[in-house]
């Protein structure tokens, strides 16, 4: 999969539009059918997104965590088989476009024979667009548009705003569900304060992506991937009530193993949450409770073999 910035010319294609904070499973469905159409047709499958997130430029102040950096959802478009990864750079301008000036643009530059959106896409100034518009549209301009019904599991919409909710509560489980894959965080290995490898648990504090959303803080077990690697886990997300840092942190302690990770990248893929971030009286409490966080883990993965 290639990723295209801004492109200016692409082959005619088909082409599917949205946001894709998360690639849940209700963004999945518009990527199957995509997929679906690209099969049957011979043509390129090219996803359109915008970067930032229109939230960003329009009011910063509401602006949402994300789910998945640019870099993540691309992972996960790959396995989907799109073939081109294409990025609108979003900003006021694109914004107080009328919305027959973003369905030309798209007809110039995309040439697409089919465009797949969701019920809920909007676009143009004051989001006045949407997909019955670009139905119309494209019926005097060469192409066919598929409009993707919402998607529902438990009673409610897959939607990136309630998997936020759900990481805020710690429900790993029910977040992993809705996604359809692991929340992940990658980022590289920072020298730390080496506060864990004095009790014996020496961790790696990993980089935390700017306007990533985050987790319930606390404890959970994770997969870590380092170098093509993969090892289980015990990751802490806080502030360390104990040993106050001032700042959130993200560390990750390799269960039974000695690794050199400073300066390298790791992905994390988190599985379960183990308990709520506590404040203990002493550090040999602390000591105590990561021993028992980590043997916890340690059963969970011995759990899932």
């Known amino acids: 999969m290639q990723i295209l910035r801004d492109p200016q010319q692409t082959e005619s294609c088909v082409l599917v539009l949205g946001m894709f904070d998360g690639v849940h499973r209700g963004h999945q469905a518009l990527l199957m059918a995509g997929v679906e159409l690209a099969e049957a047709t011979g043509l390129l499958l090219n996803v359109l997104t915008f ?3 229109p939230m960003q430029v329009l009011r910063p102040e509401k602006a949402p965590p994300l ?11 790959a396995d989907f088989g799109v073939d081109n990864l294409c990025i609108q750079p979003f900003d006021r301008q694109i ?15 995309y040439q697409p024979q089919q465009v797949v959106c969701g019920f809920n896409f909007t ?26 019904p919402e998607v529902i599991i438990g009673g409610e919409t897959v939607s990136s705003t309630r998997i936020r909710g759900l990481l805020q509560q710690g429900n790993i489980h029910e977040a992993t569900r809705l996604m359809g894959h692991s929340y992940t965080l990658s980022g590289r290995v920072m020298n730390g304060k080496h506060i864990g490898r004095t009790m014996g648990y020496p961790t790696a504090n990993v980089d935390i992506p700017n306007g990533k ?12 991937e380092v170098e093509h690697s993969i090892y289980p886990a015990v990751v802490n997300v806080g502030r360390h009530p104990t040993l106050p840092e001032g700042s959130v942190t993200v560390e990750a302690y390799a269960l039974d193993e000695c690794l050199s990770l400073y300066g390298k990248k790791v992905r994390l893929s988190f599985l379960s949450y183990l308990r709520a971030e506590k404040r203990f009286a002493s550090v040999d409490e602390l ?3 990561i021993t028992r966080d980590a043997q916890e883990a340690r059963e969970y993965f011995e759990g899932m073999r």
């Open 213 to 224: 959303a985050l987790p319930a803080f606390g404890v959970y077990a994770c997969w870590m």
């Open 51 to 53: 970067e930032p997130h």
């Open 95 to 109: 914004a107080s476009q009328e919305p027959e000036t973003f369905m030309a643009n798209l007809v110039r530059v």
């Open 67 to 77: 789910l998945t950096t640019l870099t993540e959802r691309a992972r996960i478009m």
């Open 123 to 148: 676009f143009g100034s004051r989001g006045a667009g949407n997909g019955d518009m670009l139905r119309a549209y494209g019926q005097s301009h060469g192409f066919d548009v598929t409009i993707v």
């Open 287 to 289: 000591k105590a409770q």
